[in-house]
């Protein structure tokens, strides 16, 4: 079974600042996700992705397949970007499509 | 399209009681996914089906709990009895089956949030 470490749990940054979120997991996989849970609980996914870079406004996801290792960057950090972010993999077939989930990091952006 | 439906949204009942949890997926999506999200452990996938065929139940904690998919629009997350260390969101996801990677992305619904008292 893949286990799936992120970094930090917790992060509080101010306003503006450039958001790091790492994500690594332990055995090779297809894809990647990114998922996004406010405090009201609903999950939004944000990216998902089997290589390179993705890029999405402000939010940009990287993944290097070699080193099993992903992030997540938020670009001039907002108060309305305080959420729990989650990585996930799995979920490409293969009889493998449920997604394993890494505990989350909590993010606060303080105005 | 309304996205991924789940009712009840909140459900408090008592312990012993049989609890039965709804999801109607998107139409047109053939996998149905079952995750269950607690402090201790975050989400963890229980169940999920493909076509209406349970693929996987490995992650169903106990033969309390049980899942159905009768038809294509509709699944159901029973557990009975209900005990109180089985408070937690439990969420439904569904997806589309397809050849590129985009087609793995997964709909979450709002998740049923319950308590065992």
């Known amino acids: 079974k893949n286990e799936v470490e992120q970094s930090p749990q917790n992060l509080t940054a101010q306003e503006g600042e450039f958001i790091t979120i790492n994500c690594s997991y332990s055995?090779?996989?297809?894809?990647l996700h990114w998922l996004q849970q406010h405090p009201g609980g609903g999950i939004v996914s944000l990216f998902m992705?089997?290589?390179g870079k993705k890029k999405h406004g402000r939010l940009i996801a990287t993944i290097n397949i070699q080193e099993k290792h992903s992030s997540l960057h938020i670009t001039a950090s907002h108060p309305r970007d305080s959420a729990v972010y989650i990585c996930?993999?799995?979920?490409?077939?293969?009889?493998?499509?449920?997604?394993?989930f890494g505990k989350g990091t909590h993010l606060i952006i303080q105005p | 399209d309304a996205g991924v439906i789940q009712s009840p949204r909140h459900e408090v009942t008592e312990m012993g009681q049989e609890v039965t949890l709804r999801c109607k997926p998107i139409?047109?999506?053939?996998?149905l996914f079952w995750y269950r999200q607690t402090m201790m452990r975050g989400l963890e996938l229980l169940i999920y089906f493909n076509n209406n065929v349970p693929i996987d139940d490995s992650g169903m904690p106990e033969d309390r709990f049980s899942a159905k998919m009768p038809n294509a629009s509709f699944s159901t997350l029973k557990i009975q009895p209900s005990e109180p260390r089985d408070s937690a969101v439990y969420f439904c996801?569904?997806?589309?089956?397809?050849?590129?990677?985009?087609?793995?992305?997964?709909?979450f619904g709002p998740g049923t949030r319950l308590t065992v008292l």
């Open positions: 992705l089997s290589s």
């Open positions: 996930a993999v799995g979920g490409t077939g293969g009889g493998a499509d449920g997604l394993t």
């Open positions: 139409s047109g999506h053939d996998y």
């Open positions: 055995v090779g996989i297809s894809a």
């Open positions: 996801a569904t997806k589309k089956t397809g050849l590129a990677v985009s087609y793995n992305e997964q709909f």
